[in-house]
T-cell receptor, first 112, second 112 residues
Framework: DAGITQSPRHKVTETGTPVTLRCHQT?????MYWYRQDPGHGLRLIHY???????DKGEVSDGYSVSRSKTEDFLLTLESATSSQTSVYFC???????????FGDGTRLSIL | KQEVTQIPAALSVPEGENLVLNCSFT??????LQWFRQDPGKGLTSLLL?????REQTSGRLNASLDKSSGRSTLYIAASQPGDSATYLC???????????FGGGTRLMVKP
């Protein structure tokens, strides 16, 4: 596996609380991505980063923010979690835009 | 908006069979197409990436083809094994933007 670590792997929290998911890579890849995977919707891009402090929105960015202060870390924050954000969240990395994306093992997030 | 479809949604075959998984996309202005496998509870493993200028890619028993003009890709698995049982996903990257659009996947079961 590519050197991608997502933390936590599982989290249960309550509606309205803030949540931060972390993606850490050891590959020194430029691009990092956050996806969510839901039954019936497949995988959808939330946000991505093309360098330190450089981020852009994906298809389903509402309710999420991201930060990338170091090459190796990409944080996804739910400022005030809602039940509709219950999902499995995947981080992915790629070296160049035309290279494969490699995925972490995911974080299963449940918001009650 | 790009849409990616994978048919069938599920497939069960006896061990040893050669099989083909299908992926179709609506917008032919793609940058590349990537095939993944996903095991239950796990992240995605990249199998093959085909650039828009390529017609096929091979890795071991896997062969992926791309016909951009007709909006189709196929993943051919030779001599299937029980260890090939997983969900197979295709994803396309359009020329515009940096987003992968995923199909819904084909869940493959190879019976001993």
């Amino acid at each position: 596996d590519a050197g991608i670590t997502q933390s936590p792997r599982h989290k249960v929290t309550e509606t309205g609380t803030p949540v931060t998911l972390r993606c850490h890579q050891t590959e020194n890849h430029r691009y990092m991505y956050w996806y969510r995977q839901d039954p019936g919707h497949g995988l959808r891009l939330i946000h991505y980063s093309y360098g330190v402090k450089d981020t852009d929105k994906g298809e389903v960015s509402d309710g999420y923010s991201v930060s990338r202060s170091k090459t190796e870390d990409f944080l996804l924050t739910l400022e005030s979690a809602t039940s509709s954000q219950t999902s499995v969240y995947f981080c992915a990395i790629s070296d160049r835009i035309n290279q494969p994306q490699h995925f972490g093992d995911g974080t299963r997030l449940s918001i009650l | 908006k790009q849409e990616v479809t994978q048919i069938p949604a599920a497939l069960s075959v006896p061990e040893g069979e050669n099989l083909v998984l299908n992926c179709s996309f609506t917008d032919s202005a793609i940058y590349n197409l990537q095939w993944f496998r996903q095991d239950p509870g796990k992240g995605l493993t990249s199998l093959l990436l085909i650039q828009s200028s390529q017609r096929e890619q091979t890795s071991g028993r896997l062969n992926a083809s791309l016909d951009k003009s007709s909006g189709r890709s196929t993943l051919y698995i030779a001599a299937s094994q029980p260890g090939d049982s997983a969900t197979y996903l295709c994803a396309v990257k359009n020329n515009a933007g940096n987003m992968l659009t995923f199909g819904g996947g084909t869940r493959l079961m190879v019976k001993p």
